[in-house]
């Protein structure tokens, strides 16, 4: 059966591209993080709760080299399959904002993880920057609202988050005036 990319599937590939483990398919980042991952993983039949594992750095993973496989690939091609405004874009940056992103009054920062992270929001029309606060970089969302109003379908971790939740509402007024 050949394995496909669907939403919530890119979703995960979000998640694990920005915060791999070092062993097998899985995260390594807080503890809402790897329970929203492996709750995706469970409720896309990836696999059963008794096969997911905790390694001695913390993070959760599972054995699945065909999924493991798949996750590389698409991570490797993100460019090509990622590159339009459609849910599976949306889907896998609310991935990655979910493990990297931070919502405060009217901004969005992402941690920076790489220089293609930020490449491939510019590509698709988030424009960016790079920006340091105490002593760490994010990019840093130029236009929050449209941001937050396009992957909030997606998100998981920010769905229930009061400013996250206000940039939506905003990005929907202003569509309305247009």
């Known amino acids: 059966m050949a394995l496909t990319l669907t939403p919530p599937l890119s979703y995960l590939i979000g998640m694990w591209h920005a915060a791999k483990s070092r062993r097998g398919l899985g995260v390594r980042s807080s503890e809402d993080v790897k329970a929203i991952f492996v709750k995706g993983l469970l409720d896309l039949s990836i696999t059963t709760p008794d096969k997911v594992l905790v390694s001695d750095d913390g993070s959760v993973y599972v054995q699945h080299v065909r999924y493991k496989k798949l996750f590389e690939r698409v991570?490797?091609?993100?460019f090509i399959r990622f590159k339009y405004l459609n849910d599976y874009s949306a889907a896998f940056l609310a991935g990655l904002?979910?493990?990297l992103g931070l919502v405060k009054t009217n901004t969005v920062l992402m941690r920076y993880h790489c220089k293609d992270d930020e490449v491939h929001l510019n590509v698709l029309g988030f424009r960016t920057t790079v920006v340091r606060s105490e002593g760490k970089r994010y990019v840093k969302l130029e236009n929050p609202a449209f941001f937050a109003f396009f992957i909030h379908h997606f998100?998981?971790?920010?769905?229930d988050d009061s400013r996250f939740q206000s940039l939506v509402k905003l990005a929907k007024l202003r569509a309305r005036r247009r």
């Open 75 to 78: 991570e490797s091609e993100r």
């Open 155 to 159: 998100t998981k971790r920010f769905s």
């Open 97 to 99: 904002f979910d493990v």
